[in-house]
């Protein structure tokens, strides 16, 4: 019987005791595996047939708990193991425009510059000014009661604002509109590494390398994996495993073949069960066609 070993492993996967499902691990990947392949991993005396491969890609939702540490409200099992790399989704909204003057205000003067009291935005590297949602006051009543406000900036939060805000700035005070926001078109991701990871029947606590650079509260973290399905479970205790393969195959009955070297007796078994597989291919063609001739 061929024993697996981690020094001859040819990668890893992630796997739950009592499971036959189990996922790559870092840049890992199963792509070409067929099905019917065996598999051996590291601390199994046998090998398992492998029934399925397949790519799949995650999302989950997340808060942030910790500068480094994230709540995932599911236990998302063996998907993810330490050493993996996540795509974390950096949210930012803009305004989409202004829905109704609530308070008009006092004192305002046409060409003052006001801002969104509410919100938490994004900071402008450049200029290291804050990105506001701004209007410019376009015209007032005679108490300086705002009329009408055009958008100067969209403005870029990491959250939505609250839809009716306070307006600061210009030379007045007391005016609240209500305003709509929508999600950037332009998407935003970082990447960071997971280097813990804490589960329990009902959440899951990942822990990052760094800390975010960006003052998000809640978001998605995203990862590919590759899947793959045993036929039978795993009875080992949950874990990351060292794998072996056999995925090469005779030509005609699909007999597996072993690895093999010039020393190394396999050779021998490989040859003989090639033989086999010739013969017994032809005979079966044999038998077919006197069969067709009954």
Aim: negative net charge; contains cysteine.
């Amino acid at each position: 019987m061929i024993q697996a070993t981690k020094k001859n492993a040819t990668g890893f996967l992630n796997i739950l005791k009592d499971s036959n499902v189990g996922y790559s691990l870092g840049s890992d990947n199963f792509h070409g595996i067929r099905k019917g392949s065996l598999i051996q991993l590291e601390g199994d005396p046998s090998f398992v047939t492998i029934s399925n491969t397949t790519r799949k890609d995650f999302c989950f939702k997340f808060e942030k708990v910790e500068d480094k540490k994230l709540l995932i409200k599911q236990d998302i099992q063996a998907k993810l193991a330490v050493g993996d790399f996540v795509s974390i989704k950096i949210p930012r909204f803009e305004a989409l425009g202004l829905s109704g003057l609530i308070e008009r205000g006092e004192k305002y003067n046409v060409g003052d510059i006001v801002q969104i009291s509410e919100g938490n935005p994004t900071l402008d590297v450049v200029t290291n000014k804050l990105n506001d949602t701004s209007f410019e006051v376009a015209a007032v009543d005679e108490n300086g009661a705002i009329i009408k406000l055009r958008l100067k900036s969209k403005g870029e939060y990491y959250e939505a604002p609250q839809e009716e805000c306070w307006l600061e700035g210009g030379e007045g005070q007391g005016a609240r509109i209500s305003l709509d926001f929508q999600e950037c078109i332009e998407k935003k991701k970082v990447e960071k590494q997971i280097v813990k990871i804490e589960r329990s029947p009902s959440f899951t606590f990942v822990t990052l390398d760094t800390n975010f650079a960006y003052e998000i509260e809640k978001s998605e973290l995203e990862f590919g994996k590759w899947e793959i399905t045993l036929s039978a479970n795993h009875f080992q205790k949950d874990g990351v495993y060292g794998y072996s393969l056999l995925s090469n195959f005779t030509p005609n009955l699909n007999f597996p073949l072993l690895p093999e070297n010039t020393l190394d007796p396999i050779s021998i078994y490989n040859r003989t069960i090639l033989q086999l597989d010739k013969q017994m291919y032809d005979l079966k063609q044999q038998i077919d066609w006197l069969k067709s001739k009954i």
